[in-house]
């Protein structure tokens, strides 16, 4: 594999699993595939998981790894052709990209959606502008409108606590106080269409996902409904696609209970807000899966490392 950009990189899901799960046994089973090899992690956003869980991933490769909180600490980036740069932005990605290759052999990018500007979004100007001017291999660590990475790890922990050949998977929308985007919500679509699941997706009215993405996916506004006899209830906020970025419902009504969850198993990527997404009950109770979803993006990481180390060979 050259490059790790969306789930549609994912040649068979079924295998990939069972390779993570391989990984998951013995970690240090390719400890020597990646050295000398050094993987550069550009993070425009925050995180915890992804961040620390594929420095992991890479140490059990014996990478190298070098992280930059770009956002803050990177010269503010120029994407236009042609542009004057004689504004806000310092260097153009052009040179950005080739300079990053320079010293690196695999790069990771983190660089989510602005939420203002639904075209430039959806160009992917970060992911698709490295990928365009690196001479080496991009790794999707969360893109303005995909988490494949996430979506990766989240097969793999469905995979381990699934009793059924075809278990019902509903994607649930809950109320949160900021505009947060669609990225995870749309990878786990996406990964959901290579699954034997029945699948449902609910929210509020409003809050329709890329129509793109969910075509011919059932959609069920009522949650109630949706979550009858579901074996995972899979939670996250996301704001308005049609108007987009805007949060236009903050019904506390469709926050995760106990007594909703039923005998399903909860899931959510994390960071979670207590109390507004998910009651505490839920988080503390043994239908819960969100700390092993965090330990598998180790595994799911690794993976996706191990293929493309296996192709620079
Ligand atoms: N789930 C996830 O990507 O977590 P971080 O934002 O902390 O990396």
Redesign the pocket.
Known sequence: MQHFLSIDDIDSLADWVKAARAIKIDPLQSKFLGRDKTIGLLFFN??????LSTQKAAMNLGMDVIVMNFGNEGWALEYGDGTIMDQGTSEHIKEAAQVVSQYCDIIGLRAFASLTDKEKDEAEMVLNGFRKYASVPIVNL?SSVG?PL?AMTDALTMAENSTKAKPKVVLSWAPHPRALPHAVANSFVQMMRLQNADFVITHPEGYDLNPRITKNIKIEYDQKKAFENADFVYVKNWSSYLNYGMVLNQDPSWMITKEKLGDAKFMH???VRRNVVVEDAVLESDRSLVIEQANNRTYAAQLVLKKILEHLK
């Open positions: 925050n995180s915890l998981r992804t961040r969360e988490h996430q990527c994390l960071p």
